[in-house]
């Protein structure tokens, strides 16, 4: 069951945006692997690093289930699963620029969370790589941890 969602904007300078447990130490760029790069995601402590495929605004949702969902895959191009403790009880989102004491947070029941990141129309980007209908979905449900997998793989290059 769908508990809360929330939708926006957020602007991915340098090709990426966060989930982060607000209490987590801020990211500071280092898991950026050559195998995160490859899954499109990274991870860090408390922290979930979503590359995109465009360095602009792109749209956003966040999706809080009382149990795992059930996703059309169909419906989109990548999928990456992956766990986050969220200790304090808040996670932020922001754009790895944006002034953290002022970014989106969404409150949530402390504890360890699975994180289904869904990614959307990555071909309809541009030649640009300025325009184009990516968009970005987190599903978010409590769920002992567990680790990364790709559920879903499509070749794209964040930031190509």
């Known amino acids: 069951m769908l508990l809360k969602e929330e939708s926006f904007e957020l602007f991915a300078d340098h090709y990426q945006f966060y989930l982060q447990d607000e209490a987590a ?7 950026w692997t050559d195998e995160a790069f490859d899954r499109h995601l990274a991870i860090a402590p408390g922290a979930i690093v979503v590359g995109t495929v465009r360095n602009m605004m792109v749209p956003v949702s966040i999706e809080v289930h009382s149990s795992k969902p059930e996703t059309d895959a169909n419906s989109w191009d990548h999928i ?12 932020v989102v922001a754009g790895c620029t944006d002034y953290f004491p002022d970014a989106r947070r969404i409150g949530l029941d402390p504890g360890c969370y699975r994180a289904r990141v869904l990614y959307g129309a990555l071909d309809s ?8 209908d990516d968009r970005y979905c987190l599903q978010l449900w409590r769920a002992p941890h567990r680790d990364l997998v790709i559920v879903k ?5 964040p930031g190509a």
């Open 25 to 31: 130490e801020p990211y500071g760029g280092d898991a």
């Open 80 to 91: 990456v699963e992956c766990s986050i403790q969220v200790d304090s009880g808040k996670i």
């Open 125 to 132: 980007v541009d030649g640009t790589g300025l325009e184009g």
């Open 153 to 157: 793989k499509h070749s794209i290059e």
